[in-house]
């Protein structure tokens, strides 16, 4: 068994655990492999090992990668802090988009989507933790921005991600991922918009985020190793 199958069991176990400890079914938690940073080859042993979904952050590397593992059925998330000349190559050649935090990015996704691919699914990223991170919307604009990305063709808009300060304190942990759940919460009610998804929960605290109704898990130091080079998701 390759490392990274054996990871691959060791997360999915922490996930039927953390579902378990909360009472949620497992099989609506997804795992979301985060793969920056690591080779083609990496991918390849996830996809062996029984893994689907991908995410991505910087997009050069993504689409050398999607070359690379045409032949394989591989379902490819960004992730990554996205500028408008991004726009394009993101909505021909990924099925999500986890970190859309203004109207413009969305409004560009949208009429860029081609017409014979399906709606371009989306998670709006709300910015949870105040000045310690650059990326997101703040709550306050959420409910405006939801209410406008509902209405755009191309897209599907599926619920919120996050990415929270990084912290061992599992109180802290636990605060942050259930102030998105009431944030979706609160646009469901108020707008009636079927959302289905939270993003949220990396490697180190994908338990607090199960506990607090994650539906993607996005993990990637756990079932590839440690990155070569950094990339810590509060500083780009
Ligand atoms: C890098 C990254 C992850 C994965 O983080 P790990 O701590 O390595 O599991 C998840 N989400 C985003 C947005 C990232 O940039």
């Known amino acids: 068994m390759s490392t990274i199958a054996k990871n691959i069991a060791k997360v999915g176990e922490r996930i039927r655990e953390a579902a378990q400890a909360c009472g949620r079914d497992a099989a609506g938690i997804g795992l979301l492999a985060v793969s920056?940073?690591?080779p083609p080859t990496d991918i390849r042993a996830a996809h062996a090992a029984g893994l689907k979904d991908f995410g991505e952050n910087y997009l050069q590397e993504a689409l050398a990668k999607q070359v690379e593992l045409a032949d394989l059925p591989l379902i490819w998330h960004f992730i990554g802090p996205i500028q408008s000349n991004k726009c394009k190559a993101l909505a021909?050649?990924?099925a999500w988009v986890h970190s859309v935090d203004r109207l413009k990015i969305a409004e560009r996704l949208s009429s860029l989507r081609p017409a014979e691919l399906p709606a371009l699914n989306i998670c709006l990223q709300v910015n949870v933790s105040g000045e310690a991170s650059k990326s997101g919307c703040t709550p306050e604009e959420l409910p405006a921005l939801a209410a406008a990305v509902s209405r755009l063709p191309h897209l599907k808009l599926r619920g919120l991600m996050a990415i929270p300060e990084?912290?061992?304190?599992?109180?802290?942990?636990?605060?942050?991922?259930?102030?998105v759940r009431a944030l979706a919460e609160q646009l469901r009610a108020a707008q009636q918009l079927e959302l289905d998804?939270?993003?949220?929960?990396?490697?180190?605290?994908?338990?607090?985020?199960?506990a607090e109704g994650a539906t993607w898990v996005r993990i990637g130091t756990a079932l590839f190793g440690a990155r070569d080079y950094p990339a810590p998701p509060s500083s780009i």
Not at 166 to 178: E, G, N
Not at 197 to 210: K, N, P, R, V
């Open 197 to 210: 998804t939270l993003s949220m929960g990396m490697s180190h605290d994908l338990e607090a985020a199960i």
């Open 36 to 38: 920056k940073t690591k």
């Open 92 to 94: 021909e050649h990924f």
């Open 166 to 179: 990084p912290t061992d304190d599992q109180a802290a942990q636990h605060a942050a991922f259930a102030r």
